[in-house]
């Protein structure tokens, strides 16, 4: 970053009492332990926090990036030289609102993890989220990814979303306004760069035995998953016939390693940091595996995970 926008940016944080944190290795805030240096770190708090810092941002032209638990973003080695805003800290509030007898809106700040709104809703008897069990983000970033598997998504639950435009104007967006897509969405007519602070859920009541019911689905399917080991989740997009995994499997990559980083021996679309691994080994795998599955059997396999 240039020298008078970063002092004129920390002068700003400072007064405003804003966290942040210089120079931090970015292996702290991914799942997967990898990461080089950043310039600044920043932890705003609440949404009076955020506004003050996008405008101190756009004031100074720098350009940013957004993380939350950093579950599905690999960072590279490249020092990252503009401000990364981070929702580790970001208003962790659930409000529930009833909407009718069985219907239940569920307001919940975006830097909660999903792990806590999925016990709230077990503890309530309140249902539809089960698909969160073994997800390891925010709700802001699950929403931004459109994360779930194949029996959900969170495209199916959202209400509406709050968000902050680049130019620091809130809007609430309604779902008829959402485009969401495989792992992705999209607010109709606002670019890419927004903020999501608020998530309304649109759940509702079901018996508690129901919902531990439910929850053994997912359960299953997660303990074919190496969830204990730092990893990014999924790699790849599933292509539309075959599941990546498999594909993978196909190609011999299953157990392949680079460094300390290895293709999955339990779940072949996971690569897992066993130790010491670089950004460099995960883009090498990620390269090769590529490359095969298209000479060996002409699928292209898209990455999932979002690389900084
Ligand atoms: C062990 C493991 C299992 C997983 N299982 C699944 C699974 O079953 N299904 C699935 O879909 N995913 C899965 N994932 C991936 C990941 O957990 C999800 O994509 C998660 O929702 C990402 O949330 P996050 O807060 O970590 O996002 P991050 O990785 O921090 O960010 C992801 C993207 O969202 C953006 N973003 C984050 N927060 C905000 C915000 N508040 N406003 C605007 N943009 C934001 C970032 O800029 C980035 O582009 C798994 C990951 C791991 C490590």
Redesign the pocket.
Known sequence: MNKNKSKALLSGLKEFKVDFLENENMSEY???KIGGLTDLIIFPKNETELIYVVNLLKNNSCGY?????????LFKDARICVPVIS?KK?NGTLLENKKNESEIILEVG??MS?SRVLNYAMKNAVSGCEFFY?????I??????????KES?MGNIINAVE?ITEEGIKHVINKKDLKFSY?NMEVYGIKDN????KVYLSLYNAEELKIKENIKVFRKR?SS???GEY????IFKNPSDISAGKVIEEIGFKGFSKGGAFVSEKHAN?IVNKGGAKPGDIMFLIKNIQEKALSCKGIELNT?I?II
């Open positions: 991914s799942s997967i990036y957004i993380i939350g638990k950093g579950t599905n973003t929702f970001f975006a830097g999903l073994g997800i390891p983000g925010t802001g970033g699950a929403v931004r990814m459109n994360a779930g598997s998504v968000i792992r927004y903020f999501i602070t997660k998953q190496p969830l990893s990014l989740g999924c996971f999932e979002r």
